[in-house]
């Protein structure tokens, strides 16, 4: 291969990495934000677990991508490796990058699971907000003493071929089961299986429930989740099958020719930056998805926090004006006083 080829194929990577990246991580620090705040204002959403698991995936999301894809952007869009001088962060990244994921993945699971739950009369009793808490403790619990893993085994060492320190695993054997296992099936096949199949079931059990006497409020609150989980699975669907198709087929059949490499890791690093993304398109998924979901931002964003926002401001006016008027009547008095 050409030296010119080879550089359009960085080229190509780089520039997806920061134009896409970069709007990821801005996208998706507002909108998980956006998210967080309707999920925890309403009380027809506070009394769900699956808003329960839908919070905690926003939240977790917010450090994933400030962490991971901010991080990826200046490596690999500006050549600013931080973890590459201190075994500190790049422990700290790679540990973060790693579980990050898994929880958030393991939130949007438990809620298409819970989604399918509540709408069927024989497990409804297992969709509830206390039984939300204690599988979202064991999960954070889980995966936070399986990111030891990464603190062990990832390090700042010097490249042979190189010269330069990277941020790397340091044992073949975790290397091998991070390339075979932890990318293809933890953060890939697996949960995306979990999710089609219970959404699926989910969406089957809510066309049933409409058909039966079902309070008007929470059958359009059931309705509205399903949609907004079952769409978001299959945006993720299409945005994350490309990665782990051409990563998985990659590891298992690798290719000692260096135009396949170089052209293999351009698609891998094109297709990496777009599976970032299923991590910060909730929020905008939600509000194509959902009209009602649109009138809530609306509401609690204007009616709810403007109006106490602005009823604080009001208040602390009104006092301001009061100690005014107060210490104008006091030197209206020590002048009335002097004459």
Not at 15 to 42: D, P
Not at 309 to 330: A, F, P
Request: charged share 10%.
């Amino acid at each position: 291969m050409s030296s010119s080829s080879k550089q359009y194929f960085q080229s190509v990577s780089q520039n997806v990495t920061i134009y896409i990246g970069l709007s990821a991580v801005i996208g998706g620090f507002f909108g998980n934000i956006l998210n967080i705040i309707i999920f925890s204002s309403l009380k027809t959403f506070r009394e769900t677990s699956c808003a329960l698991y839908l919070t905690v995936a926003s939240t977790v999301n917010i450090f994933y991508l400030l962490a991971a894809l901010l991080s990826r952007v200046l490596i690999a869009g500006f050549t600013i490796d931080l973890t590459a001088t201190s075994t500190i962060l790049c422990k700290l990244r790679q540990c973060v990058g790693g579980i990050g994921p898994l929880i958030s993945l393991t939130c949007m699971c438990a809620a298409t699971i819970d989604q399918f739950l509540s709408m069927t009369i024989r497990w409804r009793h297992l969709s509830h907000r206390h039984t939300a808490w204690r599988l979202v403790i064991f999960a954070l619990i889980f995966w936070c003493l399986y990111g030891i893993l990464f603190l062990i085994y990832y390090d700042s060492v010097l490249s042979p071929t190189t010269g330069n320190r990277t941020c790397t695993i340091t044992n073949p054997t975790f290397g091998h089961y991070f390339n075979q296992f932890h990318i293809p099936f933890l953060l890939g096949f697996i949960p995306l299986t979990i999710r089609i199949i219970f959404g699926l079931l989910a969406f089957i059990s809510v066309r049933k429930l409409s058909h039966r006497q079902t309070p008007i409020v929470r059958l359009e609150r059931d309705k509205q989740l399903t949609s907004m989980v079952l769409i978001q699975t299959l945006v993720d669907i299409v945005l994350s099958f490309p990665f782990f198709i051409y990563y998985t087929y990659s590891t298992y059949t690798p290719s000692l020719n260096p135009a396949v490499s170089v052209y293999s890791s351009m698609l891998i690093g094109v297709t990496n930056t777009i599976y970032y993304t299923t991590f910060s398109f909730g929020f905008y998924i939600y509000c194509c998805s959902s009209s009602r979901f649109r009138k809530q931002l609306i509401y609690v964003l204007f009616d709810v926090h403007l109006k106490y926002c602005c009823g604080i401001n009001r208040h602390q006016n009104n006092n301001r004006v009061g100690v005014q008027q107060d210490e104008n009547q006091m030197t209206s008095y020590k002048e009335c006083n002097q004459i």
